[in-house]
């Protein structure tokens, strides 16, 4: 947990969120400004800041993410044709919030190369 991060509190529910999937370890919710007819984020409670800082020791949780957006898509109708997972890292690389965090992005066809 860090002390001011938005998805530390998200995760703990100390601000609302839609929530689509919660265990021990994990957290999904809506994202609140959708850029696809689902988009959902999936985060893992413990607070790492991003991909360029996880370590050894976050093999197992980063693993379970990845089961965890294969089985909330598979719950969508709309997804059955395929999705689109984001990780925006860093500066360069479109984030904006840092507590790493998965787009799972469905419910329309996604072009390449991303912008
Ligand atoms: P990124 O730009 O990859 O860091 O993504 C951050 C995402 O968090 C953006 O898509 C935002 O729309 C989303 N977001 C920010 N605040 C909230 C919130 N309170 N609840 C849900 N999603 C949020
Ligand atoms: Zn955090």
Redesign the pocket.
Known sequence: MSKNC?FCK?AKGE?P?YKIYEDEKIFA?????P?API?I?IIPKKHIVGLDTVSEEDEKILGNVQIVMSKIAKQFPEMKNGFRI???CGADG????LHI?Y?LLGGRVFSWPPG
């Open positions: 938005l998200i601000i969120s919710f809506k994202d609140i400004n850029l988009h984020l984001v990780n925006n479109g984030q904006t919030v965090h787009h």
